[in-house]
């Protein structure tokens, strides 16, 4: 394998990040995915060398300076979720992909979680059972943005 | 997933790393959450973060704003006449108001015995435009390309040519971050205009309403009232409208009314917003306590003055939540002038600074520090409040 470049993977978060704050029709926006969070599992998984826990503790912050209410929150739940994904990548990076979307359904129903509980505890509670609906479309989406981030590589290769 | 199979298996041979790395940066994230959440020291950071994130931004909305560029090059010019003719009409009438406006200015002024009319209270106002609008059930934000650079300071009030929008809550050297009215969680102190009523409205969480929660249900409020803020929490001056009441729904067995609100601002619509900066010395200007000022200005925790109560979504709130207005028997029925209010406020609002502070977020909610008028009993309205036209304004309802 070739591990793909570190331009490769903050040029990748980059669009991902743009999908990810693209302003959107409020039903659209519900239903959107983390893109960013999907690319840095994807990352995590597939090259757990060059995109580490870092990668996740960055992208996480700068998700904070988009949308977060407390800096650090989408970091902590990032890192958190990077750290799953580069320890499990051998398992994952080998199923089938209906078990890789499982598997990032939970680590997104993680990472929502923990966002959900720093809302509470800093007093900024947002109980509205739609902000559990991105982790449902991330997983069906799983499958095509992987084909796409691992559409490089797979020339390279 | 052929993707998955290019990447030949490798043993992690950095034993035990990734856990000591995770843990190194949870530790960071909770650290930077801590000193952003408590004790406000990262204002700095977020600036040059917020600096950072402004080109994203930017390159973000240029497809709607390029789209709407096109559309304005190309409009014809039969439309934009009939706009000029419309916008000319428009503005003869609101200079005529604005003669009747300083006379009665004038007037007031001298029934408040003061030599001279006072100048308005808005001292100057920065047109923005917005860059980025999150619409959502969970966050009412815009983005807006003034920032720091223009003056443009936190928990500044913003509007637009109707009413109140929101107030800034993050600064950056370009651009800044507007909370809507209408995001869950902020509040803004309102006042009746009808009765001079004081309340809180409450963001619900979609562009087209607010909620007024802790209104009781013999409260006078009827729909079709202009809510105006009512220059409590240190950032809005008063008199400001900011939306009417368009439902109020009564039930028998809960204390508390219903009432919904449509915001006066055009906020899904606006393309811009104007920044105000208010005369300090002003009578009907906001009067911050000297601590919430400080924390204002050096970074609240929850970044608006007045955030929400616990659950804004939460329709009729549990009523211990909210205390029943202790001053609706005095206020209700005359419309106090705002000068005799405000001016003797001082004081119980700088001694009333120091408990609410970093128990309850907004700083100054106009219940001065009520235990005994305690809650109301669930399920029987009527000793809620000894308010003496209390049945008349049930029925006139």
């Keep these: 394998m070739n591990a793909p470049g570190r331009g490769r993977i903050l040029f990748t978060a980059l669009v991902a990040l743009v999908l990810t704050v693209l302003p959107l029709p409020p039903w659209l926006d519900v239903l959107r995915p983390v893109f960013l969070v999907l690319a840095v599992l994807y990352w995590s998984v597939n090259a757990p060398r060059t995109g580490d826990i870092a990668l996740g503790f960055f992208a996480g912050l700068t998700l904070d300076v988009f949308q977060g209410p407390v800096l650090g929150q989408h970091a902590l739940a990032l890192t958190l979720v990077t750290y799953i994904a580069v320890r499990e990548h051998q398992r994952i990076r080998y199923k089938p992909a209906f078990q890789q979307a499982l598997f990032v359904f939970g680590a997104l129903a993680v990472y929502e979680f923990v966002l959900f509980a720093i809302d509470g505890w800093s007093g900024h509670p947002v109980t509205s059972p739609l902000r559990w609906v991105h982790a449902v479309t991330g997983a069906l989406l799983w499958a095509p943005v992987a084909a796409i981030l691992g559409y490089g590589s797979r020339r390279h290769a | 997933m052929a993707a998955f199979g290019t990447a030949a298996g490798r043993p992690l041979g950095r034993g035990g790393s990734p856990g000591f790395r995770f843990t190194l940066y949870a530790a960071v994230a909770v650290v930077v959450m801590y000193l952003d959440q408590r004790q406000h020291y990262l204002e700095q950071l977020r600036y040059v973060l917020q600096a950072g994130a402004y080109p ?273 028997p005095a206020a209700a029925p005359q419309p106090a002038t705002p000068r005799p209010q405000s001016v003797p406020r001082k004081q119980p609002a700088e001694s009333q600074a120091a408990e609410p502070k970093a128990a309850a977020p907004q700083p100054a909610t106009p219940e001065p520090a009520t235990p005994e008028p305690a809650t109301p009993e669930p399920a029987t309205p009527q000793p809620a409040t000894p308010q003496p036209d209390a049945p008349q304004s049930k029925e006139g309802q």
């Design chain 2, 56 to 328: 994203v931004q930017l390159a973000v909305n240029s497809p709607p704003a390029a789209w709407a560029w096109i559309r304005r090059s190309f409009e014809s010019r039969d439309r934009l006449q009939a706009e000029n003719a419309r916008l000319r009409a428009g503005q003869r009438d609101l200079e005529l108001r604005s003669m009747r406006y300083e006379a009665l200015e004038h007037e007031n002024g001298e029934l408040r015995g003061l030599r001279a009319a006072l100048p308005p209270v808005a001292d100057r106002w920065l047109a923005a435009e917005i860059v980025n609008v999150q619409l959502s059930s969970l966050r009412q934000r815009l983005l807006i390309d003034r920032g720091a650079v223009n003056g443009v300071f936190k928990a500044q009030a913003v509007l637009d040519d109707r009413g109140l929008i929101g107030q800034t809550t993050h600064v950056g050297p370009w651009s800044a971050e507007v909370i809507l009215i209408t995001d869950p969680e902020h509040a803004v102190p309102v006042r009746i205009e009808r009765t001079g009523l004081r309340t809180i409205a409450v963001g619900a969480g979609d562009a087209s309403s607010l909620a007024l929660p802790y209104l009781p249900a013999n409260a006078d409020i009827k729909s079709g009232d202009l809510l105006v803020t009512s220059g409590l929490g240190g950032v809005f001056p008063q008199g400001y409208p900011v939306a009417r009441v368009t439902e109020v729904h009564r039930d028998a067995v809960q204390p508390l009314a219903h009432v919904r609100a449509a915001p006066l601002a055009h906020i899904d619509t606006d393309s811009e917003v104007m920044l105000v900066w208010f005369r300090a010395d002003h009578p009907a200007a906001p009067r911050p306590t000297a601590d919430s000022l400080g924390e204002l200005r050096s970074g609240t925790s929850s970044m608006q003055p007045q955030a929400a109560p616990p659950q804004p979504q939460a329709v009729p709130p549990r009523p211990q939540a909210a205390p029943p207005r202790p001053q609706a």
